[in-house]
């Protein structure tokens, strides 16, 4: 497993370019005896495996994509294509559901019923498990709940870690442009100026997760783009001003707030300063929440295979479109502890990040273990 893990990792594909990956997935489950279907959403693959005759069927999911970033590892498997890394660890995750595969196909007496193994293309931003759904993932490969697993560095290696609701955030993206009358920065009084607008609404900003949402609540607003005028020209009191950020919640009832009170705080600020504000608000991924049944049956099947085992994980602001899945069928979600010594640069989306191989056994005995429990 090792072996094919850094092989994934010397090279990485970006989300729904991942042909290498995916068809590397389909030629060993094939190998296996794994009936296989390939180009679902472009490039995911799923793997049917009947094992007992039983009624039921789970689905088990890993994503294969990696990142737009230059790899700084210095790892003699780093990622031989220029500007592409895998950086979230998906390169493990690919590796520990192709061995739990693997293990079962070879197990089958062990298992009643199906399992599907779902290798999702696009979990980085571009939501490749909507496109799944769109394309009839579950009504293909029908499954009465769905399982995802993903790497936690910050967790001691082995551990599992199972949240009990909220397990990521919403991640949306919003804009504005505010647009006034630019003018001589000499003479802002015939003009209307978007700058001072742009900054009292960033200001105001803030008061949405302090002011507004139940401080036991979680909300966050940032804004991670601004661009108006030109650096070649700071006398002028530029006409338009343009703000990006991301929005992260945990409930929806928080992400609609977030969402109304953007747009409200950007027209009001443009009222008192006589411009126009345009907000847009782009709903994206939504809270990943774990369903308690579900969540319950990955503590047991963690109960005596891992190294330790966390019931009450909190919640984390970054999203996962796994949340998709979740929308469409029971699952949950686990947390697979990778921290390890060897790897002190234990931060995703860091590229000195490296996923910690020896997690790779207890991410495939945790899979077995819960299959042989839900198809029992
Ligand atoms: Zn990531
Ligand atoms: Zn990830």
Redesign the pocket.
Known sequence: MTAWRQDFHRHPELGFEEHRTAARVAERLRGWGIAVTEGIAGTGVVGTLQGRPGNRAIGLRADMDA?AMTEATGLDYASETPGRMH????DGHTTMLLGAAEWLASNRHRFAGTVQLIFQPA??SLGGARVMVEQGLFERFPVDAVYGIHNLPGLPLGTIAVPKGPVLASSDTWEVTFTGAGTHGAKPHLGTDATLAAAQFITALQAIAAREVDPLATAVVSVGHMAAGNPAAPNVIPATVFLKGTARALTEPVRGQIEARIGEIAQAVATLHRLRAEPRYIRRLSPTVNHAAQAAVMVQAATGTAAAVQDDHPPIT?GEDFSEFLAARPGAYAWLGTGDPAHPEGV??NPHFDFADAALPHGVAFWCNLVERELA
């Open positions: 990142l950086a979230c660890g998906h979990e980085e970054a995703h989306h």
